[in-house]
Antibody, heavy 115, light 115 residues
């Protein structure tokens, strides 16, 4: 069974940093591209980042480019999102999702930006 | 103007068919894109329903019933999710998605209510 478990969320002041993790199991993680998607409270889905299976291709949404960095450790079956210069509008539930068709999702980790 | 526009809400009776549209912004031709569809129930992550490129290239997610199907309306430049035999458990938010210029884009979402 595919499992994706996000962690690392929390309450951070504006301008702060946070590192999210996504632990994968139940599939060969190193064979799959991965994504981060977020959802602000009561709002729709917003894709924020993609990383290919070998980390050779990385893409970001304009809203996070230059502030967020995606990475992965295939030996640890883990995906990461380093978030810097956080703003109020980064407040959201952050999901990791598998592959280009987002065929499996974690339960999400909540990031709250507030002073 | 959003890249993908969906009606904000749709209501239908149990047993009826519901047609959810996902209209692509002008200049983005629906014929060239694979359209992905997701269902999200309150308090849960999105669930992959299906992808649709053409009638010969449609894939449903694991366990997704055949009463969920995809199509396109080229004249309207839109992707369509058809839910046949609507059931109370289909009450949820539905999002479309495409990959466009090395970025994933989600639609604005449609809230389906089963009356």
């Amino acid at each position: 069974e595919v499992q994706l478990v996000e962690s690392g969320g929390g309450l951070v002041q504006p301008g702060g940093s946070l590192r999210l993790s996504c632990a994968a199991s139940g599939f060969i993680f190193s064979n799959y591209n991965m994504n981060w998607v977020r959802q602000a409270p009561g709002k729709g889905l917003e894709w924020i980042s993609y990383i290919s299976a070998t980390s050779g291709s990385i893409y970001y949404a304009d809203s996070v480019k230059g502030r967020f960095t995606v990475s992965r450790d295939n030996a640890k079956n883990s995906l990461y999102l380093q978030m810097n210069s956080l703003r109020d509008d980064d407040t959201a539930l952050y999901y990791c999702a598998r592959a280009g068709d987002f065929d499996d999702w974690g339960q999400g980790t909540l990031v709250t930006i507030s002073s | 103007q959003a890249v993908l526009t969906q009606p904000s809400s749709l209501s239908a009776s149990p047993g009826a068919s519901a047609s959810l549209t996902c209209t692509l912004r002008g200049g983005i031709n629906v014929d060239t894109y694979k359209i992905y569809w997701y269902q999200q129930k309150p308090g849960s992550p999105p669930q992959y329903l299906l992808s649709y490129q053409s009638d010969s290239d449609q894939q449903r997610g694991s366990g997704v019933p055949s009463r969920f199907s995809g199509s396109k309306d080229a004249s309207a430049n839109a992707g369509i999710l058809l839910i046949s035999g609507l059931q109370s458990e289909d009450e949820a938010d539905y999002y479309c998605m495409i990959w466009h210029t090395r970025a994933s884009v989600f639609g604005t979402g449609t809230k389906v209510t089963v009356l």
